[in-house]
């Protein structure tokens, strides 16, 4: 048997943000006790940034702070902050246009328990730039096929939170069928 293909390189132009401050991403590090890993427990923000000015940003920001607010977690950040982190990652990155993600999750806990930890575990504040990926024009110009799935997230679509193996399975549904 042939030696399996390497597994692909991370793009390591990716800029990281952990708790507000940039990183390498080899050097970027969550604990394995944070409630994200564990548990899903975070919300998320994806905004778009064009010619490295971020699209609506002060709605994206209210969108996070409600989304925040809807799982009873507490922001890391003001929108001071969050607008600084989210400056510096565009600074910093390669591209003019890019996506920028935000997470948030309820932190890391010395033990695995469904309760929200006390107040005294800070939230972890995770952000990445990267390139911002459009359709291209040729696909847009034909379209693509396309299923209809049953929608089995949880009753709460308007929360952006990171538990999002619902989709998972939905997406690879319609690879394996063909689809986009």
């Given at each position: 048997d042939p030696d399996p293909a390497p597994a692909p390189e991370p793009d390591m132009s990716q800029?990281?943000?952990?708790?507000?401050?940039?990183?390498?991403?080899?050097?970027?590090?969550v604990s394995i006790l944070d409630r994200g890993f564990l548990y899903g427990d975070g919300v998320y923000e994806l905004i778009p940034v064009y010619s490295q000015r971020p699209f609506r940003l002060?709605?994206?920001?209210?969108?996070l702070q409600a989304t925040l607010d809807g799982i009873r977690l507490t922001n890391p950040l003001d929108v001071a902050g969050w607008t600084a982190v989210v400056e510096r990652l565009i600074a910093e990155a390669p591209w003019a246009d890019q996506s920028i993600y935000l997470q948030v999750t309820r932190g890391a806990d010395n033990k695995?328990?469904?309760?929200?930890p006390p107040a005294s575990v800070p939230p972890t504040?995770?952000?990445f730039s990267s390139p911002l990926v459009t359709t291209p024009a040729d696909i847009?110009?034909?379209?693509?096929?396309?299923?209809?799935?049953?929608?089995d997230r949880w009753a709460h679509c308007n929360l952006k939170v990171i538990s999002l193996l619902a989709n998972i399975l939905a997406r690879q549904q319609a690879v394996e069928e063909?689809?986009?």
């Open positions: 800029v990281i943000a952990i708790d507000g401050q940039l990183c390498e991403p080899g050097a970027a590090s002060a709605e994206h920001l209210t969108r695995r328990d469904h309760a929200f504040a995770f952000a847009r110009a034909v379209g693509v096929a396309a299923i209809i799935v049953a929608d063909g689809c986009a």
